[in-house]
């Protein structure tokens, strides 16, 4: 097998050198960098990773705390991260902390991340004040994509501006009947992104001389299939919205389900629109409002290997991705006049 000494001959580099450019650290030019690391795969070199973590005090692993590893959207960011950090030498060990109902799930604890991670990022999972603690008195860097925490770099897109363009979008078309689905159990008050998109909702449809029916305010577990069980009230009551807001692309292509199976006609007799653009969104011809998911993860890694390569940048508090409208023919104007 190669050694270090042979990858160092063969660039023309001190092995200090080829340490530091296989580390990924900041103090090696980047064509040297890249000729290390040209030598080093023809030889076919692999670093002993328990050598390397003793040598630089660092594990090349980053710890991604997540609710759900199930669902479209963590599973996107996962790979947004994933391929962030493989550029610098880094890999990835969840934490998967589902438990159900949703709100409530396992906690974070010292033996997951104490000598086994080198940072964290937190995806879409509010931390108590134990579990702040723990990752800060470990001095561990995060970043949060999603749920803000005061101190905490944090990734996110603007929940309240993409809820705006969604509700907007279908009071634009000539709708006054709107429902929406997206409201989560009063245990699970603690996260932002359904308090936001629901609070932006409302203030949309008031700020437009709207009210929405508390009937009509939809509980979800924010699945396709919660929503579609949940939404047929609403669709089956003697007076029917003519659209639906959902707060998220699955919960949307639920209610589509539903209205199929009901046989009520989309768009013809309800319109309906979500979040995301998740990857079924175009399949199913959903209107949707797209976020780019993957550049968030990939954000996200780009921000924390900064912190543990000791960039000369610091971080930012936030980063605020776009969002845009994508309108497709799950939206039209309503086949009833407003009342």
């Known amino acids: 097998m190669s050694t270090i000494s042979d990858v160092a001959k063969a660039a023309g580099v001190s092995v200090a050198t080829v340490s530091r450019a296989l580390r990924g650290l900041d103090r090696v030019n980047p064509q040297t960098r890249a000729k290390v690391l040209e030598v080093a795969e023809q030889l076919q070199y692999v670093a002993s990773p328990t050598a390397a973590s003793l040598a630089s005090g660092r594990t090349r692993v980053v710890g991604v705390v997540a609710p ?18 493989r550029e610098h030498g880094h890999h990835v060990v969840l934490f998967d902390l589902e438990a159900e109902p949703l709100g409530r799930r396992m906690r974070l604890t010292q033996s997951m991340l104490w000598k086994r991670v080198d940072g964290v990022i937190v995806l879409n999972v509010p931390m108590d004040d134990a579990e702040r603690e723990l990752i800060e008195r470990l001095e561990l860097p995060v970043v949060t994509v999603g749920n803000r925490v005061g101190g905490w770099p944090c990734v996110r ?3 309240t501006a993409a809820m705006v363009l969604a509700a907007q979008h279908v009071i634009d078309l000539g709708h006054t009947e709107i429902a929406y689905v997206g409201v989560v159990p009063h ?10 998109r629901r609070a932006a909702f409302l203030a949309t449809m008031e700020a437009a001389g709207l009210s929405c029916p508390p009937e009509w305010l939809v509980d979800s577990d924010w699945t396709a299939s919660g929503a579609a069980a949940h939404v047929v009230p609403v669709l089956t009551g003697a007076h029917r919205p003519t659209a639906v807001v959902a707060a998220s692309d699955e919960m949307a292509i639920g209610v589509l389900c539903a209205a199929r199976r009901l046989g009520i006609a989309v768009p013809g007799e309800l319109s ?13 011809d959903l209107s949707t409002v797209r976020q780019n998911v993957d550049e968030q993860g990939r954000r996200a890694g780009e921000i924390l290997m900064g912190q543990i390569l000791g960039s000369d940048t610091p ?6 991705l776009p969002v845009e409208l994508v309108v497709r023919s799950s939206t039209a104007a309503p ?5």
Do not use: N
């Not at 759900?68 to 950090?85: N, P, V």
């Not at 245990?187 to 359904?194: E, F, V």
């Open 68 to 85: 759900f590893l199930t669902r479209w959207f963590f599973a996107t960011l996962l790979s947004g991260i994933e391929k962030s950090l």
């Open 157 to 159: 897109i603007d929940d």
């Open 187 to 196: 245990d699970s008050d603690h996260l932002q992104t359904p308090l936001e």
């Open 272 to 284: 309906v629109v979500g979040i995301d653009d998740h990857t079924f969104a175009d399949v199913m």
């Open 315 to 320: 971080p930012p508090d936030e980063l605020v």
């Open 335 to 339: 086949c009833r006049p407003a009342p």
